[in-house]
């Protein structure tokens, strides 16, 4: 389950990153706001928003693969198992398809 949530938690770091320099032009005092801005602090704004929709685009295709209301698939190939509820149907060998046995049409050679 850990696995499924962390690109969620990532997604959920960059859009606090990205809330955090969006609101630090308010919240902080002036020299403070320009060490941590910079020139590119735009950048850094576009930068984390890409990480965060990145990281919700990764959730979002783990958790449609691990969608539960499509049921559980069945593997074909494996090995049937009894089942006391639903028994096998009985095989009944065609004895036109039974080439083991000698043809009696067919002179011996």
């Known amino acids: 389950?850990?696995?499924?949530?962390?690109?969620?938690?990532?997604?959920?770091?960059?859009l606090a990153v990205v809330v955090f320099m969006l609101v630090r032009e308010f919240v902080l005092p002036a020299r403070m706001r320009d060490q941590i801005g910079g020139p590119n602090g735009g950048l850094a704004v576009v930068v984390a928003?890409?990480?965060?929709?990145y990281n919700f685009?990764?959730?979002w295709a783990?958790?449609?693969?691990?969608?539960?209301t499509r049921g559980v698939r069945v593997n074909p190939l494996a090995e049937?198992?009894?089942d006391?509820?639903?028994?096998?149907l009985p095989v009944v060998p065609n004895p036109e398809l039974d080439f083991t046995k000698p043809n009696p049409d067919k002179p011996a050679e």
Request: aromatic letters at 22%.
């Open 80 to 82: 049937a198992r009894y």
């Open 49 to 53: 928003l890409a990480l965060a929709l």
């Open 1 to 14: 389950m850990y696995g499924r949530n962390y690109n969620f938690a990532w997604m959920l770091l960059w």
């Open 57 to 59: 685009t990764r959730w």
């Open 62 to 68: 783990m958790r449609a693969a691990y969608d539960p």
């Open 84 to 88: 006391p509820d639903n028994p096998p």
